[in-house]
T-cell receptor, first 114, second 113 residues
């Protein structure tokens, strides 16, 4: 079992829909949780960064963290064709060897159809 | 200010050759990470620098891979005797401190023929 599980999709939704993206994890030591957006052949772009359980909102994006269930979500409201990309969840914990390296899910490929 | 930059954006080489990939982090960011991303996968950690020293190199796959950051800013990832399995996107990220958000560069796409 991988430390971070993420359904790779693909996920296709009509423009204006609410999108829900999810990851589960097995390592209870994870403390920091992130969502990145990656367009084809580009580097990941940070969307959301959270530390504690609960919700965090930024514009059309809401990140949820449930540490008791080891489950994180990203919601996108009023989805746009420009949101079409791969969404990567990532999380980190003290590695014991000196870093807070990120552990990523495989990414979910999202297409928003006009 | 400028984000993380990486050069070259694409590198094609032949099996057995030596390559260097460069990362220029965001100014003032002391923490620097290298990751490798294969097609259809999430990035995987390679090495972490805090300042000039490699504080955590536990993700390097073997001794053909080496990285330096001599002045605590620009970093170079070096791969000796490249193999076809080294073909991937190599990503660099920097952050203000080891627990802060990591910001990624555009990556270098390495192809080993």
């Amino acid at each position: 079992q991988k430390e971070v599980e993420q359904d790779p999709g693909p996920l296709s939704v009509p423009e204006g829909a609410i999108v829900s993206l999810n990851c589960t994890y097995s390592n209870s030591a994870f403390q920091y949780f992130m969502w990145y957006r990656q367009y084809s052949r580009k580097g990941p772009e940070l969307l959301m960064y959270t530390y504690s359980s609960g919700n965090k909102e930024d514009g059309r994006f809401t990140a949820q963290v449930d540490k008791s269930s080891k489950y994180i979500s990203l919601f996108i409201r009023d989805s746009q064709p420009s949101d079409s990309a791969t969404y990567l969840c990532a999380m980190s914990a003290w590695s014991g060897a000196g870093s807070y390296q990120l552990t990523f899910g495989k990414g979910t490929k999202l297409s928003v159809i006009p | 200010g400028a984000g993380v930059s990486q050069t070259p954006s694409n590198k094609v080489t032949e099996k057995g050759k030596y390559v260097e990939l460069r990362c220029d982090p965001i100014s003032g960011h002391t923490a620097l990470y290298w990751y490798r991303q294969s097609l259809g996968q999430g990035p995987e950690f390679l090495i972490y620098f805090q300042g000039t020293g490699a504080a955590d190199d536990s993700g390097l796959p073997n001794d053909r891979f080496f990285a330096v950051r001599p002045e605590g800013s620009v970093s170079t990832l070096k791969i000796q005797r490249t193999e076809r399995g080294d073909s991937a996107m190599y990503l660099c990220a920097s952050s203000q401190s080891k627990t802060s958000e990591q910001f990624f560069g555009p990556g270098t796409r390495l192809t080993v023929l």
